[in-house]
Nanobody
Framework: VQLQASGGGSVQAGESLRLSCAAS????????MGWFRQAPGKEREFVAA????????YYSDSVKGRFTISGDRAKSTVYLQMNSLKPEDTAIYYC???????????????????WGQGTLVTVSS
């Protein structure tokens, strides 16, 4: 599976951005796509994920209510709509994919074998 992420940029606090991640290759079965982020000096953290089979969606508490993950299965593309952005959302955002995810591990970076190149999101106050 190869992933191509896009959509990062610089915005003011309160504004919105939408990230996209297109997957190519085997995207069936218990396939999950997720977004993680990593701020300078911090560990990579889970943001949101979606299961292709069943459509279950998961969010971290820090973005719940502000970010929305969605997927277009026909295009094998996942989107992350980020609203009401805060300076603490500043990070490199990575999309990830795993063909055989275990639900209990959906928020764990090491559970994903495939990663996109990362896209920088900068939110200024």
């Amino acid at each position: 599976v190869q992933l191509q992420a896009s959509g990062g940029g610089s915005v003011q606090a309160g504004e919105s951005l939408r990230l996209s991640c297109a997957a190519s290759g085997r995207t069936f079965g218990r396939f999950a796509m997720g977004w993680f982020r990593q701020a300078p000096g911090k560990e990579r953290e889970f943001v949101a994920a979606i299961m292709w089979s069943g459509g279950s969606i998961y969010y971290s508490d820090s973005v719940k209510g502000r970010f929305t993950i969605s997927g277009d299965r026909a295009k094998s593309t996942v989107y992350l709509q980020m609203n009401s952005l805060k300076p603490e959302d500043t990070a490199i955002y990575y999309c990830a994919a795993e063909p055989r995810i275990i639900t209990s591990s959906i928020g764990v970076p090491s559970a994903y074998d495939h990663w996109g190149q990362g896209t920088l999101v900068t939110v200024s106050s």
